[in-house]
């Protein structure tokens, strides 16, 4: 998708702003009108406004409750219909979807600061992708993918064994100062 740039959005106290990653997540997708899209880790919801502008059928979560109100505020100011929720991961979250996003907390660091969910993937930069990947199959409609954010500075090799039994796809790659971000779908192998 292009990037809209007349979106208003409001940057809010301890919520992921758009950044980079952001912005190459929203170049790499491409969702078709009418499809069922969740996207996970909302932040300002600034991906998921540009899937509902998209005609998709939009449901926007993040476990922050500040990020909810920022997805839905910042949703309402632009006029644009979605569902926002807090969950974690699927927890709050029903049905099965379509398209999965989830920019992911990438960063191989721990903390605990306000916004360490938000960024501070854990020892493999790699977040709940693994929780994510096992409930996966039951939330996806048949031929459906899930295209997350992936940091160079992550752990590659565990990446890896955790997308065993996925077909894996690079949709785009951006080489930044100290890393490369790539945005990757994974689709469920049908056996």
Known sequence: MEIDGSLEIVECPNVYPPSEDSYLLIRALSPNPGEM??????GSGIVSMHMALAGADVVACDIDPDAVACAKGNAERNGIRMRVVQSDLFSD???????????????PFSDDGPMAKAWSGGADGLGPLGRLLKELPRRLRPGGQLVVVVSSLSDMKA???MAAGF???TLASEKLFFEELKVISLRPTTS
């Not at 899209?37 to 909302?42: A, P, R, S, Y």
């Not at 979250?93 to 960063?107: E, S």
Request: net charge negative.
């Open 93 to 107: 979250v029903d049905g099965v979807f379509d398209l999965i996003v989830f920019n992911l907390p990438y960063l």
């Open 167 to 169: 077909q894996v796809e």
């Open 159 to 161: 990446f890896e064994k």
């Open 37 to 42: 899209v969740l996207e996970i880790g909302c």
